[in-house]
Protein backbone atom coordinates (compact mmCIF):
# COMPACT_ATOMS: atom_id res chain seq x y z
CA UNK A 1 0.00 0.00 0.00
CA UNK A 2 1.44 2.94 -1.31
CA UNK A 3 0.69 6.30 -0.52
CA UNK A 4 -1.33 7.25 -3.22
CA UNK A 5 -3.01 4.32 -2.84
CA UNK A 6 -4.30 5.86 0.86
CA UNK A 7 -5.02 9.45 -1.23
CA UNK A 8 -7.49 7.58 -3.39
CA UNK A 9 -9.16 5.87 -0.78
CA UNK A 10 -9.17 9.41 0.96
CA UNK A 11 -10.50 10.99 -2.10
CA UNK A 12 -13.61 8.47 -2.38
CA UNK A 13 -14.81 8.55 1.14
CA UNK A 14 -14.78 12.78 1.20
CA UNK A 15 -18.50 14.35 0.40
CA UNK A 16 -19.53 15.03 -3.02
CA UNK A 17 -17.38 18.36 -4.53
CA UNK A 18 -19.47 21.45 -4.25
CA UNK A 19 -19.93 23.64 -7.50
CA UNK A 20 -18.71 27.53 -7.05
CA UNK A 21 -20.32 28.70 -4.27
CA UNK A 22 -17.64 32.34 -4.18
CA UNK A 23 -20.29 34.53 -5.64
CA UNK A 24 -22.23 34.09 -1.99
CA UNK A 25 -21.70 36.68 0.66
CA UNK A 26 -22.61 34.40 3.94
CA UNK A 27 -23.03 36.64 7.47
CA UNK A 28 -21.84 33.97 9.20
CA UNK A 29 -20.82 30.03 9.09
CA UNK A 30 -24.44 29.63 10.24
CA UNK A 31 -25.97 30.32 7.45
CA UNK A 32 -23.40 28.93 5.05
CA UNK A 33 -24.48 25.93 6.70
CA UNK A 34 -27.84 26.41 6.25
CA UNK A 35 -27.51 27.44 2.90
CA UNK A 36 -25.60 24.05 1.99
CA UNK A 37 -28.02 21.78 3.63
CA UNK A 38 -30.65 23.02 1.75
CA UNK A 39 -28.68 22.70 -1.76
CA UNK A 40 -27.74 19.31 -1.25
CA UNK A 41 -31.60 18.25 -0.22
CA UNK A 42 -32.73 19.41 -3.65
CA UNK A 43 -31.79 17.99 -7.01
CA UNK A 44 -30.74 19.73 -9.88
CA UNK A 45 -33.39 18.65 -13.20
CA UNK A 46 -30.72 19.60 -15.69
CA UNK A 47 -28.26 17.09 -14.82
CA UNK A 48 -30.53 14.85 -12.39
CA UNK A 49 -28.04 12.95 -10.33
CA UNK A 50 -26.33 16.06 -8.69
CA UNK A 51 -28.02 18.21 -5.91
CA UNK A 52 -28.28 22.15 -6.66
CA UNK A 53 -25.28 21.92 -4.40
CA UNK A 54 -23.40 19.57 -6.81
CA UNK A 55 -24.34 20.87 -9.97
CA UNK A 56 -22.69 23.41 -12.69
CA UNK A 57 -25.75 23.81 -14.67
CA UNK A 58 -26.53 27.35 -15.31
CA UNK A 59 -30.35 26.73 -14.14
CA UNK A 60 -28.46 25.56 -11.09
CA UNK A 61 -27.01 28.38 -10.57
CA UNK A 62 -29.80 30.33 -10.65
CA UNK A 63 -31.86 28.10 -8.47
CA UNK A 64 -29.45 28.71 -5.70
CA UNK A 65 -29.34 32.10 -5.98
CA UNK A 66 -33.17 32.16 -5.84
CA UNK A 67 -32.83 29.45 -2.52
CA UNK A 68 -30.11 32.27 -1.35
CA UNK A 69 -32.09 35.40 -1.84
CA UNK A 70 -35.58 33.33 -0.70
CA UNK A 71 -33.16 32.48 2.93
CA UNK A 72 -32.30 36.13 2.60
CA UNK A 73 -35.72 37.20 2.72
CA UNK A 74 -36.10 35.53 6.19
CA UNK A 75 -38.68 32.61 4.61
CA UNK A 76 -37.76 28.97 6.48
CA UNK A 77 -36.69 25.49 4.97
CA UNK A 78 -39.70 24.55 4.74
CA UNK A 79 -41.43 27.47 2.81
CA UNK A 80 -38.02 27.66 0.54
CA UNK A 81 -38.76 23.78 -0.25
CA UNK A 82 -42.52 24.63 -0.82
CA UNK A 83 -41.37 27.62 -3.30
CA UNK A 84 -39.41 24.71 -5.60
CA UNK A 85 -42.05 21.73 -5.32
CA UNK A 86 -44.65 24.16 -6.59
CA UNK A 87 -43.01 25.20 -9.62
CA UNK A 88 -40.71 21.81 -10.30
CA UNK A 89 -43.27 19.18 -8.48
CA UNK A 90 -41.78 16.45 -6.01
CA UNK A 91 -39.15 15.95 -8.52
CA UNK A 92 -36.79 18.18 -6.95
CA UNK A 93 -36.69 16.64 -3.76
CA UNK A 94 -34.08 14.02 -2.72
CA UNK A 95 -36.18 12.69 0.24
CA UNK A 96 -39.47 12.05 -1.56
CA UNK A 97 -42.51 13.01 0.57
CA UNK A 98 -44.63 9.82 2.19
CA UNK A 99 -47.63 9.86 0.62
CA UNK A 100 -50.02 7.08 -1.72
CA UNK A 101 -48.02 7.67 -4.56
CA UNK A 102 -44.68 6.96 -2.75
CA UNK A 103 -46.10 4.15 -0.83
CA UNK A 104 -44.40 1.75 -3.28
CA UNK A 105 -40.93 4.18 -3.11
CA UNK A 106 -40.69 3.70 0.41
CA UNK A 107 -42.07 0.66 1.69
CA UNK A 108 -41.43 -1.23 -1.60
CA UNK A 109 -37.61 -2.24 -0.50
CA UNK A 110 -38.91 -3.51 3.07
CA UNK A 111 -41.71 -5.15 1.82
CA UNK A 112 -39.63 -7.14 -0.19
CA UNK A 113 -37.14 -7.76 2.04
CA UNK A 114 -39.54 -9.46 4.50
CA UNK A 115 -40.90 -11.61 1.65
CA UNK A 116 -37.35 -12.75 1.32
CA UNK A 117 -36.95 -13.70 5.04
CA UNK A 118 -40.37 -15.52 5.24
CA UNK A 119 -39.08 -17.23 2.16
CA UNK A 120 -35.98 -17.87 3.77
CA UNK A 121 -37.68 -19.37 6.89
CA UNK A 122 -39.88 -21.29 5.55
CA UNK A 123 -37.62 -23.13 3.22
CA UNK A 124 -35.00 -23.92 6.16
CA UNK A 125 -38.31 -24.83 8.36
CA UNK A 126 -39.84 -27.06 5.39
CA UNK A 127 -36.32 -29.04 5.36
CA UNK A 128 -36.13 -29.60 8.98
CA UNK A 129 -39.52 -30.88 9.32
CA UNK A 130 -39.13 -33.39 6.44
CA UNK A 131 -35.41 -34.24 7.64
CA UNK A 132 -37.39 -35.26 10.70
CA UNK A 133 -40.57 -36.93 9.37
CA UNK A 134 -39.09 -39.57 7.27
CA UNK A 135 -35.90 -40.59 9.42
CA UNK A 136 -33.47 -43.43 7.85
CA UNK A 137 -34.44 -46.84 7.47
CA UNK A 138 -32.26 -49.67 9.49
CA UNK A 139 -31.24 -50.52 5.88
CA UNK A 140 -30.47 -47.26 4.77
CA UNK A 141 -28.52 -46.20 8.08
CA UNK A 142 -25.99 -49.75 7.36
CA UNK A 143 -25.45 -48.30 3.84
CA UNK A 144 -24.38 -45.20 5.08
CA UNK A 145 -21.90 -47.23 7.94
CA UNK A 146 -20.44 -49.40 4.88
CA UNK A 147 -20.24 -46.65 2.30
CA UNK A 148 -18.27 -44.53 5.18
CA UNK A 149 -15.98 -47.15 6.51
CA UNK A 150 -15.23 -48.57 2.69
CA UNK A 151 -13.31 -48.01 0.01
CA UNK A 152 -15.18 -49.36 -2.06
CA UNK A 153 -17.97 -51.55 -2.79
CA UNK A 154 -18.37 -54.93 -1.23
CA UNK A 155 -18.90 -57.68 -3.88
CA UNK A 156 -22.37 -58.77 -4.35
CA UNK A 157 -23.71 -55.87 -2.07
CA UNK A 158 -27.19 -54.10 -2.57
CA UNK A 159 -27.66 -52.84 -6.30
CA UNK A 160 -25.54 -49.47 -6.21
CA UNK A 161 -24.78 -47.88 -9.64
CA UNK A 162 -22.45 -49.54 -12.48
CA UNK A 163 -19.55 -51.24 -10.64
CA UNK A 164 -16.17 -50.95 -12.03
CA UNK A 165 -14.99 -53.53 -14.37
CA UNK B 1 -45.26 -28.90 -6.68
CA UNK B 2 -45.00 -29.94 -10.22
CA UNK B 3 -43.73 -26.47 -11.97
CA UNK B 4 -42.15 -25.23 -8.95
CA UNK B 5 -38.88 -24.63 -10.98
CA UNK B 6 -40.47 -22.04 -12.91
CA UNK B 7 -41.09 -19.57 -9.99
CA UNK B 8 -37.48 -18.10 -10.43
CA UNK B 9 -38.02 -18.11 -14.04
CA UNK B 10 -41.00 -16.11 -13.23
CA UNK B 11 -39.21 -13.74 -11.23
CA UNK B 12 -36.60 -12.98 -14.07
CA UNK B 13 -39.28 -12.59 -16.30
CA UNK B 14 -41.44 -10.44 -14.48
CA UNK B 15 -37.89 -7.86 -13.36
CA UNK B 16 -37.24 -7.98 -17.02
CA UNK B 17 -40.42 -6.77 -17.57
CA UNK B 18 -40.30 -3.83 -14.52
CA UNK B 19 -36.79 -2.84 -16.08
CA UNK B 20 -37.99 -2.97 -19.64
CA UNK B 21 -40.50 -0.43 -19.13
CA UNK B 22 -38.22 1.61 -16.95
CA UNK B 23 -35.71 1.95 -20.02
CA UNK B 24 -38.02 3.02 -22.08
CA UNK B 25 -39.49 5.61 -20.13
CA UNK B 26 -37.72 9.46 -20.24
CA UNK B 27 -36.53 10.25 -17.01
CA UNK B 28 -36.09 13.80 -18.52
CA UNK B 29 -39.87 14.66 -18.84
CA UNK B 30 -40.47 15.72 -15.14
CA UNK B 31 -44.31 15.70 -14.59
CA UNK B 32 -44.92 19.60 -14.41
CA UNK B 33 -47.66 20.37 -11.04
CA UNK B 34 -48.22 23.70 -13.07
CA UNK B 35 -51.00 21.68 -15.04
CA UNK B 36 -54.19 22.27 -13.96
CA UNK B 37 -53.14 25.27 -11.91
CA UNK B 38 -53.54 29.02 -12.64
CA UNK B 39 -50.46 30.62 -14.90
CA UNK B 40 -47.88 31.86 -12.27
CA UNK B 41 -48.05 35.65 -12.32
CA UNK B 42 -45.59 37.54 -14.61
CA UNK B 43 -43.95 40.83 -15.98
CA UNK B 44 -41.42 40.90 -18.64
CA UNK B 45 -40.02 43.96 -21.11
CA UNK B 46 -40.56 42.72 -24.70
CA UNK B 47 -37.77 41.78 -26.96
CA UNK B 48 -38.33 43.32 -29.61
CA UNK B 49 -39.05 46.94 -26.73
CA UNK B 50 -37.60 47.37 -24.07
CA UNK B 51 -40.02 49.87 -22.82
CA UNK B 52 -43.33 48.33 -23.48
CA UNK B 53 -44.17 44.99 -21.46
CA UNK B 54 -45.74 41.62 -21.63
CA UNK B 55 -47.43 40.23 -18.74
CA UNK B 56 -49.93 37.29 -17.70
CA UNK B 57 -52.97 39.46 -18.13
CA UNK B 58 -52.14 39.77 -22.10
CA UNK B 59 -52.43 35.99 -21.78
CA UNK B 60 -56.13 35.74 -20.39
CA UNK B 61 -59.27 35.66 -21.71
CA UNK B 62 -58.56 33.66 -24.68
CA UNK B 63 -56.88 30.13 -25.25
CA UNK B 64 -53.43 30.73 -25.76
CA UNK B 65 -50.26 29.03 -26.26
CA UNK B 66 -46.33 30.12 -24.49
CA UNK B 67 -43.27 28.51 -26.02
CA UNK B 68 -39.81 28.93 -24.41
CA UNK B 69 -36.72 29.18 -26.47
CA UNK B 70 -33.34 30.69 -26.68
CA UNK B 71 -31.10 31.09 -29.25
CA UNK B 72 -28.50 28.84 -27.37
CA UNK B 73 -31.14 26.05 -27.44
CA UNK B 74 -30.31 23.56 -30.87
CA UNK B 75 -34.01 21.88 -30.31
CA UNK B 76 -35.50 25.42 -30.59
CA UNK B 77 -34.23 25.83 -33.95
CA UNK B 78 -35.43 22.27 -34.44
CA UNK B 79 -38.85 23.34 -33.74
CA UNK B 80 -38.97 26.82 -35.28
CA UNK B 81 -40.23 25.63 -38.70
CA UNK B 82 -42.89 24.05 -36.91
CA UNK B 83 -43.96 26.58 -34.57
CA UNK B 84 -44.54 28.86 -37.65
CA UNK B 85 -47.29 26.31 -38.96
CA UNK B 86 -48.61 26.43 -35.95
CA UNK B 87 -48.85 30.51 -35.99
CA UNK B 88 -50.08 30.42 -39.52
CA UNK B 89 -53.16 27.72 -38.19
CA UNK B 90 -54.11 30.91 -36.48
CA UNK B 91 -55.86 28.23 -33.70
CA UNK B 92 -54.47 30.31 -30.97
CA UNK B 93 -51.71 33.32 -30.28
CA UNK B 94 -48.69 31.90 -29.48
CA UNK B 95 -45.97 33.60 -27.02
CA UNK B 96 -42.72 33.55 -26.79
CA UNK B 97 -40.79 33.24 -23.52
CA UNK B 98 -36.68 34.45 -24.35
CA UNK B 99 -34.76 32.25 -21.86
CA UNK B 100 -31.78 33.77 -20.31
CA UNK B 101 -30.64 34.90 -23.88
CA UNK B 102 -28.87 37.66 -25.56
CA UNK B 103 -31.57 40.46 -27.52
CA UNK B 104 -29.49 40.98 -30.17
CA UNK B 105 -28.65 37.57 -31.38
CA UNK B 106 -32.33 36.64 -30.15
CA UNK B 107 -34.35 39.29 -32.60
CA UNK B 108 -31.68 38.87 -35.39
CA UNK B 109 -33.19 34.86 -35.10
CA UNK B 110 -36.51 36.45 -35.15
CA UNK B 111 -35.98 38.20 -38.85
CA UNK B 112 -33.98 35.43 -40.11
CA UNK B 113 -35.85 32.52 -39.39
CA UNK B 114 -39.63 34.01 -39.43
CA UNK B 115 -41.61 35.07 -36.35
CA UNK B 116 -44.33 32.80 -35.01
CA UNK B 117 -44.37 34.66 -31.81
CA UNK B 118 -47.49 37.28 -31.55
CA UNK B 119 -45.05 38.81 -29.20
CA UNK B 120 -42.41 37.40 -26.60
CA UNK B 121 -41.09 38.34 -22.86
CA UNK B 122 -37.48 38.92 -22.49
CA UNK B 123 -36.85 36.58 -19.51
CA UNK B 124 -32.80 37.67 -19.38
CA UNK B 125 -32.08 36.62 -15.81
CA UNK B 126 -34.68 33.62 -15.74
CA UNK B 127 -36.77 34.38 -13.06
CA UNK B 128 -40.00 34.32 -14.78
CA UNK B 129 -38.19 30.82 -16.14
CA UNK B 130 -38.36 29.74 -12.97
CA UNK B 131 -41.80 30.59 -11.80
CA UNK B 132 -43.24 28.78 -14.96
CA UNK B 133 -40.84 25.66 -13.69
CA UNK B 134 -39.24 25.43 -17.10
CA UNK B 135 -35.86 23.34 -16.77
CA UNK B 136 -35.30 23.04 -20.51
CA UNK B 137 -35.71 24.73 -23.55
CA UNK B 138 -37.88 24.35 -25.79
CA UNK B 139 -40.86 23.95 -23.18
CA UNK B 140 -44.33 24.36 -24.66
CA UNK B 141 -47.41 25.64 -22.63
CA UNK B 142 -50.70 25.72 -23.15
CA UNK B 143 -53.42 27.73 -21.39
CA UNK B 144 -57.25 27.81 -21.47
CA UNK B 145 -58.92 31.39 -21.48
CA UNK B 146 -59.06 31.81 -17.45
CA UNK B 147 -55.15 31.55 -17.71
CA UNK B 148 -55.32 28.15 -16.45
CA UNK B 149 -52.03 26.02 -17.61
CA UNK B 150 -53.89 23.03 -19.79
CA UNK B 151 -50.94 21.16 -20.79
CA UNK B 152 -47.41 21.13 -20.85
CA UNK B 153 -45.11 19.59 -23.77
CA UNK B 154 -40.99 19.64 -22.54
CA UNK B 155 -38.95 19.37 -25.85
CA UNK B 156 -38.89 19.35 -29.26
CA UNK B 157 -42.52 20.15 -30.68
CA UNK B 158 -43.10 17.75 -34.07
CA UNK B 159 -45.73 18.26 -36.36
CA UNK B 160 -47.33 14.40 -35.55
CA UNK B 161 -47.33 15.98 -31.98
CA UNK B 162 -48.87 19.32 -32.85
CA UNK B 163 -51.28 17.60 -35.12
CA UNK B 164 -51.93 14.50 -32.33
CA UNK B 165 -51.88 16.37 -29.19
CA UNK B 166 -51.87 20.44 -29.62
CA UNK B 167 -54.91 21.02 -32.40
CA UNK B 168 -57.16 19.20 -30.80
CA UNK B 169 -56.61 20.12 -26.95
CA UNK B 170 -56.59 23.85 -28.88
CA UNK B 171 -59.97 23.58 -30.50
CA UNK B 172 -61.38 21.69 -27.44
CA UNK B 173 -60.38 24.24 -25.01
CA UNK B 174 -62.08 27.00 -27.62
CA UNK B 175 -65.18 25.18 -27.71
CA UNK B 176 -64.80 24.84 -24.27
CA UNK B 177 -64.69 28.67 -23.32
CA UNK B 178 -67.06 29.70 -26.42
Known amino acids: ?165 | MKARFLVPLGVFAAMVALLGVGLTMNPREVPSPLVGKPMPAFDLALLNDPEARLTDRHLRGRVSVLNVWGTWCVGCREEHDVLLRLASAGVAPIYGLNWKDDRVLALRWLSELGDPYVATGFDHDGKAAIDWGVYGAPETFVLDARGTVRYKHIGVLTDALVERELLPLLRALKAESS
Open chain 1, 1 to 165: MSARWLLLVLALLLPGAWANLAGYDFTDAAEERRFKALIAELRCLVCQNQSLGDSDAGLAEDLRREVFDLMREGRDDREVIDYLVARYGDFVLYRPPLKPATYLLWFGPIALFALAVWFAVRTVRNQRASAARAPLSEAEQQRIARLLSEESPPPGGPASGEAPR
